[in-house]
């Protein structure tokens, strides 16, 4: 229910200004905190995140829960719910801004195009400007964005205690997959 609530917020919220929008629901957020010394992969993968995109102007939203983000053990979820990204204080992670360059994309012609993004990205209350490299494919009337990014844990006030310091790497390495469909 309260997914349903948040995307229903987004495009209230966003519905005046997208005329023409791709949307998902369903796009795909991972990351990677994993070092050389981790005795096991630091990884999070959230199926539950909303963007959309403004067809006409580039404009380009994401919003997730934190607390969507799944691991491999449960113990591993916890910590970083609780210690790592205090969900209950932070419950929401997004990113809003705009493709540069998205005069280059056609939206009705198949082709893969070369994109950069620019926004802010708002992680653990914390809000930065980033610029990130990334890729739209167009397939049979269906686009689909991609992008991998950096950050520094430090840089979004993520603390990672000394006692784990070797385990888990002080930049995650964050993946975006979205296949958008028109709405």
Known sequence: MK????????LAI??????????????????????P????KIEGVNNEVACILDAKTGDF???????SFKFER??????????YMESDKFPKSM????????????????GTYKVTVSGDLTVHG??????????????GG????????????????????SVVGDKVAKDAIITIDAALAQK
């Open 74 to 83: 449960e113990l591993m979820q916890q910590h970083f719910n609780e210690n």
């Open 61 to 67: 939203v994401f919003q997730l829960q934190v607390k």
């Open 142 to 161: 269906t686009a689909t964005a991609s992008a991998k990014l950096q950050i520094k844990l430090a840089d979004y006030k993520v603390d990672v205690p």
């Open 126 to 139: 914390v809000t930065k400007t980033v610029s990130v490299p990334g890729t739209i494919t167009v397939k």
């Open 14 to 35: 966003a519905s005046p200004s997208f005329a023409q929008k791709l949307m998902s629901r369903t796009a795909k957020i991972s990351f990677n905190a994993t070092t």
């Open 37 to 40: 010394k981790s005795p096991e």
């Open 95 to 110: 990113f809003k801004g705009k493709i540069t360059n998205f005069g280059d994309v056609n939206l009705a012609k198949d």
């Open 3 to 10: 997914k349903i609530i948040l995307a229903a917020a987004i």
